[in-house]
């Protein structure tokens, strides 16, 4: 099924389920309290679709995970999968603005098929990986890609405000091992690959990530990117579209006096 996190009118964050043109509204978070239906059932169209989780913990990234990519990146990896974090302050839901800072050079797209933890995982085997998963969703790696160089480390340019664009659903069914990933900016694509080239696979992240961290329910696991090439600007909307699970829009802006 596919789970939304979502407001009505402003209103306190709920929880649904599609089915169909609807949603039918859960009673508390699924993520805690399992999927429970209630009577009430909202129209898809007069819900306004929030980050379908915000990570408890943190957002942790797979960098250099499709072979074309770390190829287009000329990057020499480490022998295991590389990864980093983003905060959780850096996520935003559906349609919300990516705002660029006022950096020097690009500021680029990664459509990313991301995994929403569901149980508390610690020294996870790859072979028990569906035990600690919740369901899938898209995410938008949003990297300043010069100042990843610059500073040598990745957390500044990966983990400014509204890098981490989620949504619009989690699907709690889906097979992840053959899903199209591919991302536009103003309707021209600009990467594409599935996940059946990933580097590392699902299970050997889950493996990898839970050895160094104990992962929580509600933690994200952004797989990395296809290759690709190019960056976006003010005023252009960046969609990213995997197989099954939907699109994920979002425009992005330039920062100004209003944005805090
Ligand atoms: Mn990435």
């Known amino acids: 099924m596919k789970v939304a996190r979502f407001s009505l009118e402003g209103g306190e964050p709920l929880f649904g389920v599609v089915d169909g043109e609807d949603l039918v509204v859960l009673s508390g978070d699924?993520?805690?309290?399992?999927?429970?239906?209630?009577?009430?059932?909202?129209?898809?169209?007069?819900?306004?679709?929030l980050a379908p989780v915000i990570p408890r913990s943190k957002v942790v990234c797979v960098g250099m995970n499709y072979a074309e990519?770390?190829?287009?990146?000329?990057?020499?990896?480490?022998?295991?999968?590389?990864?980093?974090?983003?905060?959780?302050?850096?996520?935003?839901?559906?349609?919300?603005?990516?705002?660029?800072?006022?950096?020097?050079?690009?500021i680029v797209h990664e459509g990313e098929l991301a995994i929403v933890i569901g149980a508390v995982a610690k020294r996870v085997k790859a072979e028990d990986w569906r035990d600690v998963v919740f369901g899938f969703t898209i995410a938008n790696d949003v990297s300043a890609r010069d100042v990843m160089f610059?500073?040598?480390?990745?957390?500044?340019?990966?983990?400014?405000?509204?890098?981490?664009p989620l949504g619009p659903f989690i699907d709690t069914?889906?097979?992840?091992?053959?899903?199209?990933?591919?991302?536009?900016?103003?309707?021209?694509?600009?990467?594409?690959?599935?996940?059946?080239?990933?580097?590392?696979?699902?299970?050997?992240?889950?493996?990898?990530?839970?050895?160094?961290?104990t992962l929580l329910p509600g933690d994200v696991i952004c797989t990395g990117t296809p290759s690709g090439t190019g960056g976006f600007v003010d005023g252009q909307t960046i969609d990213i579209t995997i197989e099954g699970l939907g699109t994920l829009s979002n425009p992005a802006k330039n920062r100004d006096d209003r944005d805090y």
């Not at 983003?86 to 349609?95: L, R």
């Open 150 to 164: 610059a500073d040598g480390q990745w957390a500044r340019a990966k983990g400014y405000d509204t890098f981490c």
């Open 30 to 49: 699924p993520l805690f309290h399992g999927i429970n239906p209630t009577e009430q059932r909202v129209p898809l169209a007069k819900a306004h679709l």
């Open 173 to 213: 069914e889906i097979d992840p091992s053959n899903l199209m990933i591919e991302t536009f900016v103003d309707g021209e694509l600009r990467r594409k690959g599935s996940t059946k080239d990933l580097i590392y696979g699902i299970p050997e992240i889950i493996e990898f990530a839970s050895d160094v961290w």
């Open 69 to 106: 990519h770390k190829a287009d990146m000329a990057h020499e990896g480490p022998d295991n999968p590389l990864i980093f974090l983003k905060p959780n302050t850096a996520v935003i839901g559906p349609g919300d603005p990516i705002i660029i800072p006022p950096v020097e050079g690009r």
